[in-house]
């Protein structure tokens, strides 16, 4: 068992100096000190955690809790701290409460599930394209399918009337900017919970065939009706079910269009699309700092000794970089076809959406390409306003024409 308490102390979160590529420092943590300790915004430190193989022993240990309650867990930005009686989120939740909430929703999200979305999902993309061919040209991607296709998927999923996306797609841009200051993610955070809480008392007072209604009738039969939670569920399923699917879809065309061999061979074999789809998610990563958590208990990992009470972060970008786990990582190769990637998560808390992104991007990509075979940037990808100033990666806007 090794100390590292007297290294070089690194500040996170650090800069991508290439919109492709995870920032420089992961690489050389992963060689040097794969688990390193960092400065946080907060002024606090925390273990980063930097192989693939160490990021997921930490994410399947439970002695690393989630729950965010606790106030020395490792915060990257500043939110007033929760109080007890905050009802977390599943993102939030240990054991023993984690288990029984993730398996009351997970059969809204199975293979089978999504297989039957996959007709609506389809007509959804091809409306958006629809309009995009009877549009001006170039046209923003991200305006016209990125968001749109996401947004209006998870809002008939969970019942929210897409008339509303403006508002909570504002709120949730102050509450994953990293500029907001805490005063305005709190003011996002309340005014996103008071709209969900106006919805979910409406559909207790009439339920309809939505996600959320559903779990509210399998509450009543069991005895186990909690509105808080519903509203909670809620929150997470609507900012988790738009913003990544939406950042996903824009650098994922870019990436393709940057690599026109790569995209040749999806074009030529749409069977092809679902393993480009997976090294999409590992090239990018997008969320790459999701998994944090907090030491209950005094644990050895890869050799270095975390202390009860000690914050680690899993850096999946780091993870899905490591040439120990993946062969030539830094390139991009839709015929990889490794799924053992971390751009999910891993463990009990791995996404819970994870079909319903996969099903969106491989429609959308293939329809896209199929439909627009002409698309082309309308800028040079230098030019492309890369979010490096929030905790989703993505691209603000995205010029396109054909």
């Known amino acids: ?64 809790s989630s729950d965010r309650r606790h106030p020395d867990f490792p915060r990257l930005i500043k939110f007033p701290q929760p109080n007890s009686n905050f009802t977390p989120s599943l993102i939030s939740m240990d054991p023993p409460e984690h288990g029984p909430a993730r398996r009351a929703v997970v059969g809204e999200f199975t293979v089978k599930r999504i297989q039957e979305l996959r007709p609506r999902i389809q007509e959804i993309v091809d409306d958006c394209i629809d309009a995009m061919l009877a549009g001006p040209r170039p046209t923003d991607l991200v305006q016209a399918l990125s968001l749109p296709v996401p947004s209006l998927v998870i809002c008939e999923l969970l019942g929210v009337p ?87 879809i824009s650098l994922g065309t870019v990436a393709l269009l940057k690599n026109p061999e790569q995209l040749a061979i999806v074009t030529a074999d749409p069977g092809k699309t679902p393993a480009a789809v997976e090294e999409l998610l590992r090239y990018f990563t997008i969320v790459d700092t999701a998994t944090s958590r907090l030491a209950l208990d005094d644990v050895e990992l890869g050799g270095v000794h975390i202390r009860a009470g000690e914050g680690v972060i899993a850096l ?20 990889r076809g490794a ?64």
């Open 1 to 64: 068992m090794t100390e590292v308490a007297d290294q070089q102390v690194s500040t996170f979160p650090m800069q991508r100096a290439c919109p492709f590529s995870p920032p420089a420092e992961y690489r050389e943590l992963r060689e040097t000190t794969p688990i390193a300790r960092a400065l946080l915004p907060s002024g606090r430190h925390a273990w980063l955690v930097t192989r693939h193989a160490d990021v997921r022993a930490m994410l399947t240990d439970p002695r690393f």
């Open 162 to 248: 897409y008339a509303d996306h403006d508002f909570f797609q504002s709120r949730t841009r102050l509450l994953i900017s990293r500029t907001s200051s805490a005063q305005q993610r709190q003011t996002g955070i309340d005014e996103l919970r008071s709209y969900l809480d106006d919805l979910v008392t409406e559909k207790e007072r009439e339920p309809a065939d939505d996600l959320l209604s559903r779990q509210l009738l399998k509450q009543r039969e069991t005895g186990t009706e909690d509105h808080a939670a519903l509203v909670g569920l809620a929150f997470l399923l609507l900012l988790a079910g738009h913003e990544t699917t939406a950042n996903m």
């Open 316 to 335: 999946g970008n780091a993870a899905n970089r490591d040439p120990e786990a993946f062969d030539d990582p830094d390139a991009l190769d839709v015929e």
């Open 339 to 402: 799924r053992h990637h971390v751009a999910f998560g891993f463990g009990a808390h791995q996404c819970l959406g994870q079909n319903l992104a996969r099903t969106e991007l491989q429609i959308v990509f293939d329809t896209l390409f199929r439909r627009i075979p002409g698309l082309r940037l309308a800028t040079t990808v230098d030019e492309l306003p890369f979010k490096d100033d929030v905790f989703i990666y993505g691209i603000h806007a995205l010029p396109v024409t054909w």
